[in-house]
């Protein structure tokens, strides 16, 4: 999921994107000196466990660098809740094909708890937009380029690995594997599989995170309800996206509407009242009933999203990416463009010290990929959080917050951010303005609660 709700991070760390129509690169670096050659005629073995965007983009990465690569998926039809958005940048950057976007957003709507509605989307380039992707066609697509890569893709579930008896020895991944039929729902035969390292990218109920003894983390519950709506309101969400925000809808996140191929999907999610969620989730269809009216529920997903990163993401040749690893912004709920971009810095990362799969990797390789990761992208994590606190935290503080939003700067700076994924230079006495009107907002929400609180008492 996504939102604007990085508006007044101004310029977060959105950086590092490549130029567009840039590739994943095949990198050639020097191993460490310390990292032995394999033996002649073997390459370096990964298993990549998960077959989402982050699983997806690491196994290519991973196959095309001369890594021999088992991508390990157990249920090849999944479909995630997520609200699917991706920025524009990811279009370009992992060259995807134009018909995976099922709708090009130029228009989000934000709606306060009083029902007040903002427009966004007032700056974007006519060429400028927002993807809607939908999970199982994303991931699908992602899993078939890593295959025409040359990774070999397995239906199976991820058990349990063994660790290496001795220095740069294997570890032993343990599954069930799937004929297809199944599609990772029952049965299954048991096998298991030598590689010199793993990369789990099973989600924020990670397996191999529990493996390695990644620790745990705090995470949200997301509920969301594909519906199909008549044609005349699916016009309505041609180039649309409304987000709802509200003690309503949820006491720490928002509600949304975001538009697909021939549906809408409808959700919300909470850290915090995990176990209200369907009341939730009835409130955010409530706030749009007039919209989606005549609609009819085709299907009903839920999924944990993990709030932070984990303590641990890497133990000796086994690392972490995408939700597995926590790499999911408070705040916005964004996760889909850095699951993607971990999967392929931590494959780039393998590739480089294994010396295009002729040599063993070791832990200080892994490493790297997350110090570059949290170089690039730990400030956004941070700025984030601190706005989940700020503007979340009442429903008077929500009405502030959709109040600036209507700021033509502030909607140029997220969207440039958001979009591009690169730092957006700020303008200095637009900043100051910002800076202004925000304390004003802030002023206008405290005293806006205290009055409410007057009335209730």
Same mark, same amino acid.
């Not at 310390?34 to 033996?39: D, Q, Y």
């Given at each position: 999921?996504?939102?604007?709700?990085?508006?007044?991070?101004?310029?977060?760390?959105?950086?590092?994107?490549? &130029?567009?129509?840039?590739?994943?690169?095949?990198?050639?670096?020097?191993?460490?000196?310390?990292?032995?050659?394999? &033996?002649?005629?073997?390459?370096?073995?990964?298993?990549?466990?998960?077959?989402?965007?982050?699983?997806?983009?690491?196994?290519?990465?991973?196959?095309?660098?001369? *890594? +021999?690569?088992?991508?390990?998926?157990?249920?090849?039809?999944?479909?995630?809740?997520?609200?699917?958005?991706? !920025?524009?940048?990811?279009?370009?950057?992992?060259?995807? &094909?134009?018909?995976?976007?099922?709708?090009?957003?130029?228009?989000?709507?934000?709606?306060?708890? %009083?029902? =007040?509605? =903002?427009?966004?989307?007032?700056?974007?380039? &006519?060429?400028?937009?927002?993807?809607?992707?939908?999970?199982?066609?994303?991931?699908?697509?992602?899993?078939?380029?890593? @295959?025409?890569?040359?990774?070999?893709?397995?239906?199976?579930?991820?058990?349990?690995?063994?660790?290496?008896?001795?220095?740069?020895?294997?570890?032993?991944?343990?599954?069930?594997?799937?004929?297809?039929?199944?599609?990772?729902? *029952?049965?299954?035969?048991?096998? %298991?599989?030598?590689?010199?390292?793993?990369?789990?990218?099973?989600?924020?109920?990670?397996?191999?995170?529990?493996?390695?003894?990644?620790?745990?983390?705090?995470?949200?519950? #997301?509920?969301?309800?594909?519906?199909?709506?008549?044609?005349?309101?699916? #016009?309505?969400?041609? +180039?649309?996206?409304?987000?709802?925000?509200?003690?309503?809808?949820?006491?720490?996140?928002?509600?949304?509407?975001?538009?697909?191929?021939?549906?809408?999907?409808?959700?919300?999610?909470?850290?915090?009242?995990?176990?209200?969620?369907?009341?939730? @989730?009835?409130?955010?269809?409530?706030?749009?009933?007039?919209?989606?009216?005549?609609?009819?529920?085709?299907?009903?997903?839920?999924?944990?999203?993990?709030?932070?990163?984990?303590?641990?993401?890497?133990?000796?040749?086994?690392?972490?990416?995408?939700?597995?690893?926590?790499?999911?912004?408070?705040?916005?709920?964004?996760?889909?463009?850095?699951?993607?971009?971990?999967?392929?810095?931590?494959?780039?990362?393998?590739?480089?010290?294994?010396?295009?799969?002729?040599?063993?990797?070791?832990?200080?390789?892994?490493?790297?990929?997350?110090?570059?990761?949290?170089?690039?992208?730990? !400030?956004?994590?941070?700025?984030?959080?601190?706005? @989940?606190?700020?503007?979340?935290?009442?429903?008077?503080?929500? +009405?502030?917050?959709?109040?600036?939003?209507?700021?033509?700067?502030?909607?140029?700076?997220?969207?440039? %951010?958001?979009?591009?994924?690169?730092? *957006?230079?700020?303008?200095?006495?637009?900043?100051?303005?910002?800076?202004?009107?925000?304390?004003?907002?802030?002023?206008?929400?405290?005293?806006?609660?205290?009055?409410?609180?007057?009335?209730?008492?």
């Amino acid at each position: 999921m996504t939102s604007l709700s990085s508006a007044v991070a101004l310029p977060s760390s959105c950086r590092g994107a490549r &130029p567009a129509g840039g590739r994943a690169r095949l990198l050639v670096a020097r191993a460490a000196a310390s990292s032995p050659k394999l &033996p002649s005629g073997r390459r370096l073995r990964v298993a990549v466990v998960g077959g989402g965007p982050a699983g997806g983009a690491a196994a290519e990465a991973l196959a095309k660098g001369g *890594v +021999e690569t088992v991508l390990i998926e157990r249920k090849m039809d999944n479909c995630k809740p997520c609200g699917g958005a991706i !920025p524009l940048c990811m279009v370009s950057e992992f060259d995807l &094909p134009l018909d995976l976007v099922d709708r090009k957003v130029r228009k989000m709507k934000m709606i306060s708890p %009083s029902n =007040v509605a =903002v427009d966004i989307g007032r700056t974007l380039a &006519p060429h400028e937009y927002i993807g809607m992707v939908r999970r199982e066609v994303l991931d699908a697509y992602l899993r078939s380029r890593a @295959q025409n890569a040359g990774a070999e893709v397995v239906n199976g579930l991820f058990l349990r690995y063994d660790a290496p008896k001795e220095p740069n020895g294997t570890y032993v991944v343990h599954y069930n594997h799937y004929d297809g039929s199944s599609n990772g729902k *029952v049965g299954g035969e048991k096998r %298991s599989l030598e590689v010199d390292a793993i990369v789990g990218a099973d989600g924020a109920n990670s397996r191999v995170a529990k493996e390695m003894g990644a620790g745990d983390y705090e995470y949200a519950i #997301a509920f969301q309800e594909r519906v199909k709506i008549p044609d005349a309101k699916m #016009a309505y969400y041609e +180039e649309r996206a409304e987000m709802y925000v509200g003690d309503d809808v949820s006491p720490d996140f928002y509600g949304w509407v975001f538009p697909k191929c021939d549906h809408v999907a409808v959700g919300t999610g909470t850290v915090t009242h995990k176990a209200d969620i369907k009341k939730f @989730q009835a409130a955010t269809r409530l706030r749009a009933k007039d919209k989606i009216k005549g609609g009819k529920i085709i299907r009903v997903e839920a999924h944990p999203i993990p709030e932070h990163p984990r303590p641990k993401r890497v133990s000796g040749r086994v690392t972490l990416v995408g939700d597995a690893a926590g790499y999911v912004t408070k705040c916005s709920g964004e996760g889909i463009y850095f699951a993607a971009k971990s999967g392929r810095m931590c494959a780039e990362a393998i590739v480089a010290g294994s010396a295009n799969g002729t040599r063993m990797v070791e832990e200080s390789d892994l490493r790297k990929y997350l110090a570059e990761f949290d170089r690039l992208y730990w !400030p956004t994590y941070k700025v984030l959080d601190i706005l @989940q606190k700020v503007f979340y935290r009442s429903n008077a503080a929500r +009405e502030a917050f959709v109040e600036m939003c209507a700021d033509d700067y502030v909607q140029k700076m997220t969207f440039d %951010s958001y979009l591009y994924k690169r730092v *957006v230079p700020g303008n200095p006495l637009d900043d100051i303005k910002l800076a202004v009107n925000t304390i004003g907002s802030l002023v206008r929400a405290t005293a806006l609660r205290r009055e409410m609180e007057k009335v209730t008492l």
